[in-house]
């Protein structure tokens, strides 16, 4: 998403397999961000939004991210549950891999 010519949010899809979620017709959300002075004013979940309805029309049945810790809330308003344990992402601190059903 671009402001002024510049770019505010972004998300990236990759065909990414999770080894713990059976289905086959997954992407993994990646590069999930916001710049601060655009973040609270919803458009991390208009760009999610977007790129999972993107992925409908693909027949993609699951979505599924690493979610920093401080991220879980979005992601659970947005519909994703949280699946297995937390694990450390060295450098980068503590995350869980969620996913959703689309």
Known sequence: ?????????????????????????????????????FQGKGLGGIILRYGENLLIKKSVKIVWCNAREVAINFYKKSGYQIIGESFNIKDVGLHYSMYKTL
């Open 1 to 37: 998403m671009y402001h002024k010519d510049k770019i505010i949010a972004v998300c990236t899809f990759i065909k990414q397999a999770n080894p713990n979620i059976l289905e086959t017709q997954q992407y993994q959300l990646r590069g999930m961000a916001v710049t601060k002075p």
